[in-house]
C-alpha cells in the first residue's frame, strides 16, 4: 500500500482538489490518505468528508511534531509525503512511490530546483541553493533540495531513523540523517507550482533551524554509518 501524507492548518481552499489529485494519481493503487490537522477552519471535515483519515492536533505543536507524527501514523510500505496546498504534482507519486517499492532505494527526495521555479521567489531559490551547498561541505551530502516536501520514504527508514521533530526544517533531518546511516537515497526532479492560499512558513525561525539542524548533523556523522552517495535522474 502507500500511504500519501501530509500535514496541514487551514488549507480549506486547497484540500478537496488536492486530494482528487491524489486519487486520480493513484487509481488501481492500494492507498490511503493520511493528514495531521490543525486548522481552525473547514480543512479536517473536507477532508474526512473525501475519505481521508485525518488526525487532528490541537493545540498546534508545529511543523516538526505534525510531520513525524503523520509519518508514524500512515500504514503503507512506502508512505509518500506532500504539502496540502497544490505546490506539488500528485501525479508523480506513483513512479516516486515505486521507486521504493521496487527495491531501487529507500528514500526519493522529489528537488523542486532542477532550476527556479516561477512559483519560487528569488529570495526563497537563493536560501535553497545556500542550504544545499552547507550541507554538502560540512555533512557531506550532495543534493539540491533539503526542504522537499515531497518525498517517499520506505518503512524501514522511517521504523529505524530516529529524529528530533522540536522546532521547524524537519525535512533536512528526514534526508540527511538517513543518508548519512547509509540508506539508499534518490534524487529525481518535479515541477512546482503555485500555491492555493496563505502561506504559513516563518523564514527566519525556518532559516535557523535549518542550520541548526545541518550543523548538528555535521557534528553526529563521526558516529554514523558512512554516508551513500544521492543518485540525481530526471
Known amino acids: 500500500m502507500i500511504s500519501v501524507a501530509m500535514i496541514s492548518m487551514n488549507e480549506e481552499k486547497a484540500v478537496a482538489a488536492v486530494i482528487a489529485d491524489i486519487r486520480s494519481g493513484l487509481e488501481g493503487r492500494d492507498h490511503e490518505i493520511v493528514i495531521v490537522d490543525s486548522s481552525r477552519d473547514a480543512t479536517p471535515e473536507i477532508a474526512e468528508r473525501l475519505g481521508a483519515r485525518v488526525i487532528r492536533q490541537v493545540p498546534p505543536q508545529g511543523y516538526g511534531r505534525a510531520m513525524a507524527r503523520v509519518l508514524k501514523e500512515s ?44 512559483a519560487m521567489p528569488w529570495a526563497n531559490y537563493f536560501a535553497n541553493w545556500l542550504f544545499a551547498l552547507t550541507a554538502r561541505i560540512f555533512v557531506g551530502i550532495k543534493s539540491t533540495d533539503l526542504h522537499s516536501g515531497m518525498r517517499a520514504y520506505s518503512r524501514k527508514l522511517i521504523e529505524n531513523v530516529e529524529v528530533d521533530p522540536n522546532g521547524p526544517a524537519l525535512p533536512v533531518d528526514l534526508l540527511l540523517k538517513p543518508a548519512l546511516m547509509g540508506f539508499t537515497i534518490r534524487e529525481v526532479f518535479i515541477p512546482y507550482g503555485e500555491r492555493i492560499g496563505e502561506t504559513t512558513l516563518h523564514r527566519w525561525t525556518s532559516t535557523l533551524w535549518t542550520f541548526r539542524r545541518i550543523f548538528r548533523l555535521a557534528i553526529a556523522r563521526m558516529t554514523l554509518v558512512p554516508n551513500q552517495k544521492l543518485e540525481t535522474r530526471n
Open 75 to 118: 500504514r503503507g510500505e512506502v508512505v509518500v509525503t506532500m504539502d496540502c496546498d497544490g505546490t506539488y504534482p500528485a501525479g508523480r507519486i506513483v513512479s516516486i512511490a515505486d521507486l521504493v517499492l521496487n527495491g531501487e532505494c529507500d528514500l526519493v527526495n522529489a528537488s523542486r530546483l532542477e532550476r527556479r521555479p516561477v
